[in-house]
Antibody, heavy 115, light 110 residues
């Protein structure tokens, strides 16, 4: 069965970086893009960007351009989302989701940014 | 890219039907037939209900249906059940390999 398993919760100070992982199983890893979506407390879902595990192409929402990097390691079927220059407004649950339809989601990773 | 506009909340009694609107622009909802809908129970991962405006993944009850007219997409839930109480989000492809979500709608089962 398709599964996306994310890394655990993180606590970071303002200005730091965070790297969240998403390990895929149950399907051919390189056949589907992975999207990253976040939800800040009390807010809605926000699309951050995508990565194509086959060719390493990626695309980011304009809001996160220059601050986010999405990478992958095909040998362990894992994608990563790194967000830099963290601020309090980045406190959120971050999700990975498969494909353009986002048909499978990871369990979410809480990133807390606090001094 | 601005979020798609959804009503903040809708409600209905068990067995009734509710419809959630999702208004975008001629550059996203109105241009592409790539609108999806997600059900999100707090503390859980979102679940895909509808994709490509009208298609339902296997396992999603036919009580959930999607449609689109112009720049507005809609999700209808018929035969409302207690377990349908959740937040619902639309999403659309917005061109240039980007996507946008809606503002979200809380569905309350009275």
């Amino acid at each position: 069965q398709v599964q996306l398993v994310q890394s655990g919760a993180e606590v970071k100070k303002p200005g730091a970086s965070v790297k969240v992982s998403c390990r895929a199983s149950g399907y051919t890893f390189t056949s589907y893009d992975i999207n990253w979506v976040r939800q800040a407390t009390g807010q809605g879902l926000e699309w951050m960007g995508w990565i194509n595990p086959h060719n390493d192409n990626s695309g980011y929402a304009q809001k996160f351009q220059g601050r986010v990097t999405m990478t992958r390691n095909t040998s362990i079927s894992t994608v990563y989302m790194e967000l830099n220059s963290l601020r309090s407004e980045d406190t959120a649950v971050y999700y990975c989701a498969r494909g353009p339809n986002k048909d499978y989601w990871g369990q979410g990773t809480l990133v807390t940014v606090s001094s | 890219q601005s979020a798609l506009t959804q009503p903040r909340s809708v409600s209905g009694s068990p067995g009734q039907s509710v419809t959630i609107s999702c208004t975008g622009t001629s550059s996203d909802v109105g241009y592409y037939n790539y609108v999806s809908w997600y059900q999100h129970h707090p503390g859980k991962a979102p679940k895909l209900l509808i994709y490509d405006v009208i298609k339902r993944p296997s396992g999603v009850p036919d009580r959930f249906s999607g449609s689109k007219s112009g720049n507005t997409a809609s999700l209808s839930i018929s035969g409302l059940r207690a377990e349908d109480e959740a937040d619902y989000y639309c999403s659309s492809y917005a061109g240039s390999y980007t996507y946008v979500f809606g503002t979200g709608t809380k569905v309350t089962v009275l």
